[in-house]
């Protein structure tokens, strides 16, 4: 059995708990978290809940970490520090900061002789892996990413900052039209506007100036100013009964040629629809806890990225039955 830890049990933890239930090689041992661990109500029966200043007392009852924490100020401390003394999986998703987070934990874990997994998900994650593909078969071609219909967690966080907001949910939706254009193997150029739209569901205080909250979102920087933003003003039990999910997903496209005179076109795609963007993460994280407990048996210490990981690692069925079954 790989004996898994968890680190904070938010959304990300919880569904790391259920999947480690859904897998008959794993049992999860500790939940380590910031609060009183009295107060979670976790379903394992196998599990004990500690406070996270007592994980090095149990680095000897774990095989695999995994970080359920966030990439803005969480994962940047954790991973490095966790990495010396656990073999770690993380999620860390800041694309631009990966290279950095990258050598600093692989300097820990090489150091601790331990293996550390980092950006796993599903982008950073599956979608990186398969853009990876498919550059690799079609170099003649480009990649396109589109993310949605889903839920931006970090843009719901910006709108609910705005003075005068009680609450809100902010979905990210491709343009069907550039979608459509990319399947049809055009290899057309995009403005970000072109690709995606951003639809706001917020609940405002009474008496609150709707076209200054409005004019707000639509105009912040980094967020919303570059797309077609279409702002909804509902009622608080409109916003739960109806928005009260995390869905998310996308889609990876490359369109290629091929042949001496590149006569003929070819387009790979990948796509995922999500009831639970951070139940579908956890999954994915459970499953590159095998890798990392398996390299770790093997000597392969310091950090990885999806991109080293061999497919049968993160599988828990044998090399003859993949061979017999799935090849």
């Known amino acids: 059995m790989i ?4 680190l904070g ?4 933890g919880k569904g790391i708990e259920a999947s480690v239930i859904q897998n008959p090689d794993m049992e999860l041992k500790y939940i380590f978290t910031r609060r009183d661990p009295l107060s979670l109500d976790f379903r394992s029966k196998t599990a004990q809940a500690c406070h ?4 090095e007392s149990k680095k000897d009852e774990i095989d695999v970490l995994i970080l359920c924490g966030g990439s803005a100020t969480d994962l940047p401390l954790q991973s490095p ?14 694309h631009a900061k990966i290279p950095q987070h990258f050598e600093n934990v692989d300097s820990s874990a090489k150091k601790g002789k331990h293996t550390a997994i980092i950006s796993v998900g599903w982008d950073p994650g599956l979608f990186s892996v398969m853009r990876l593909y ?14 949605g219909r889903g839920v931006s967690q970090g843009h719901s966080d910006a709108i609910r900052r705005i003075e005068g907001v009680i609450d809100a949910k902010q979905y990210t939706v ?25 639809e706001c569901y ?3 205080e009474e008496g609150a100036d709707l ?13 919303f100013a570059d797309y077609d933003t279409t702002v909804h003003f509902v009622s608080l039990d409109t916003l739960k009964k109806e928005h009260s999910g995390i869905p998310h997903g996308g889609m990876v496209i490359r369109s290629g040629k091929t042949g001496l005179e590149n006569e003929n076109a070819h387009t790979i795609e990948f796509s995922l629809k999500l009831d639970s963007n951070p139940q579908f993460t956890s999954n994915v994280l459970t499953a590159y806890a095998r890798a990392a407990y398996r390299m770790s048996k093997e000597g392969s210490f310091g950090c990885k990225t999806i991109f080293d990981i061999p497919p049968a690692y993160i599988s828990p069925i044998s090399g003859d039955e993949l061979r017999k079954n799935l090849l």
């Open 3 to 6: 004996r898994i830890g968890i």
């Open 9 to 12: 049990y938010g959304n990300l």
């Open 52 to 55: 996270i200043d007592d994980i």
């Open 81 to 94: 520090k966790m990495a010396e003394m656990f073999n770690i999986v993380d999620s860390f998703d800041t």
């Open 134 to 147: 498919s550059g690799a078969v079609l170099p003649a071609g480009k990649d396109y990413t589109f993310w």
């Open 174 to 198: 491709p343009v069907e039209k550039a979608v459509q254009n990319v399947r049809d193997g055009k290899m057309p150029e995009f403005t970000t506007r072109e690709k995606h739209t951003r």
């Open 202 to 204: 917020v609940v405002a």
């Open 211 to 223: 076209a200054r909250i409005e004019s707000e979102i639509k105009n912040m920087p980094n967020y």
